[in-house]
């Protein structure tokens, strides 16, 4: 190019550029294009509050809390009386009031593992929240963290959801209405879930 006038030199240049960003411009809109909220019918975002019950059967026909797996056993602490490690699979009926024989509004559905020593107490959940009332119905909100049962009140973040949950957001505070009944096998626990979205 050390022959052209730097007019035509420029012109060359410029022309590459423009080929260039055309390239790049085009490879970026098949994958991913900008859109508004509109377009998905999302309009304003509102903050939604839901109060229920679940309760959780661990023994006996209607188990609805099942263990799949346990630690291995140590010198000092039988598998059965472990926590860490210990893993649980969940379909908890969620009721409006704490007797289980109340109005259902959806089922508690997820994988909930032991972390800590059983003195703490302490579960990671993961989790959905699957609703089947009214304008709720099949839509499911999800929490996942940390539950330290020994805490009064414990907090979950909720990190998204289906149905009229898309883009869902928020956190869900609980708290342990009556603790696990070696009779009965059911512990009752109190939810308030507040979740942002449209
Ligand atoms: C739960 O409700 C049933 C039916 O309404 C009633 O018979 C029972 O006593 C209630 N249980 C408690 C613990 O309140
Ligand atoms: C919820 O949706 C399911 C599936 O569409 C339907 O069978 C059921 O009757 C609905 N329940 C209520 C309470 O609307």
Do not use: C, W
Request: charged share 15%; proline share 6%.
């Amino acid at each position: 190019m050390s022959n052209m006038s730097p007019a035509k030199h420029l012109l060359v240049v410029t022309m590459l550029f423009l080929s260039l960003s055309m390239a790049v411009t085009t490879s970026q809109s098949s994958v991913g294009r900008t859109m508004s909220k509109e377009d998905i019918g999302l309009k304003t975002e509102k903050l939604t509050h839901f109060h229920f019950f679940l309760h959780a059967i661990i023994s006996g026909p209607n188990i609805d809390d099942v263990n799949v797996a346990l630690p291995p056993p140590t010198s000092t602490t039988p598998a059965a009386d472990a926590l860490f490690g210990r893993v649980d699979v969940v379909d908890i009926p969620m009721t409006i009031g704490p007797n289980i024989s109340s109005e259902r509004i959806g089922s508690f559905q997820g994988v909930v593992a032991g972390v800590s020593p059983v003195e703490e107490l302490t579960y990671f959940m993961e989790v959905a929240f699957i609703f089947t009332e009214g304008k709720y119905n099949g839509s499911t909100l999800v929490m996942l963290g940390r539950n330290q049962a020994t805490m009064k009140l414990r907090e979950l973040p909720i990190v998204g959801g289906t149905g009229i949950f898309r883009f869902a957001r928020g956190y869900a505070l609980t708290r342990t209405y009556s603790p696990f009944d070696t009779k009965t096998g059911i512990a009752i626990y109190e939810y308030d879930l507040y979740a942002l979205h449209y």
